[in-house]
């Protein structure tokens, strides 16, 4: 099966750039889709197919993908920014075809 | 506005059976494919089953043979029927739709989550 890992953890302080990372055999050459989840809360989708964001989603929230590990950038961060970021790629080799990351705790502090 | 409201959890002991629904709204559900994601207590997410437009279904070994998906496309609802449940299986339950674009597979709206906890 294919395995996402994310650090458990990022702290920024406000107005600075988060990166959030998620490693992966070969993700470069996959689709790869990140989730905020604030606490309580469902996860919402900020980042698809590598560069896209849905509507009301910040610019200041972008992705790159390369070789092993794909990063979720997120610019100028706001206190409103903290939360859980899980990335998610499709893999039909896997028994979870839809393979989620373990997830980050961004702390803004 | 999408929406989808989940219904149907609550407490269960292990080895008995629970069915959640998933209410949707503003959009065409027979034109999407439907998911139930799972997120156990402080834990991360994870995909538990599909359903296609034409009604095809998959799951994880971890659930393959005890739960069910289904959808009823004149009712725009989804579920999901859990036999023969675990203390493994307790967590909040959501419904997802899913969005394919040019290769890209992915979940584009959430319900809120239901919980569903298995315990003596």
């Known amino acids: 099966s294919y395995v996402l890992t994310q650090p458990p953890s990022v702290s920024v302080a406000p107005g600075q750039t988060a990166r959030i990372t998620c490693g992966g055999n070969?993700?470069?050459?996959?689709?790869v889709h990140w989730y905020q989840q604030k606490p309580g809360q469902a996860p919402v989708l900020v980042v698809y197919?590598?560069?896209d964001r849905p509507s009301g989603i910040p610019e200041r929230f972008s992705d790159s993908s390369s070789g092993n590990t794909a990063t979720l950038t997120i610019s100028r961060v706001e206190v409103g920014d903290e939360a859980d970021y899980y990335c998610?790629?499709?893999?039909?080799?896997?028994?979870?075809?839809?393979?989620f990351g373990g997830g980050t705790k961004l702390s803004v502090l | 506005e999408v929406q989808l409201v989940e219904s149907g959890g609550g407490l269960v002991q292990p080895g008995g059976s629970l069915r959640l629904s998933c209410a949707t709204s503003?959009?065409?559900?027979?034109?999407?494919?439907l998911h139930w994601v799972r997120q156990a207590p402080g834990k991360g997410l994870e995909w538990v089953s599909v359903?296609?437009?034409?009604?095809?279904?998959y799951y994880p070994d971890s659930v393959k043979g005890r739960f069910t998906i289904s959808r009823e496309n004149a009712k725009n609802s989804l579920y999901l029927q859990m036999n023969s449940l675990r203390a493994g299986d307790t967590a909040v339950y959501y419904c997802?739709?899913?969005?394919?674009?040019?290769?890209?597979?992915?979940?584009?709206?959430w319900g809120q989550g239901i919980l569903v906890t298995v315990s003596s």
């Open positions: 998610q790629v499709w893999d039909s080799g896997s028994d979870h075809l839809w393979v």
């Open positions: 070969n993700i470069g050459s996959k689709s």
């Open positions: 197919d590598d560069r």
């Open positions: 503003g959009f065409t559900f027979s034109s999407y494919d």
């Open positions: 997802a739709r899913g969005f394919m674009v040019a290769g890209a597979n992915f979940f584009d709206y």
């Open positions: 359903i296609g437009t034409a009604g095809d279904t």
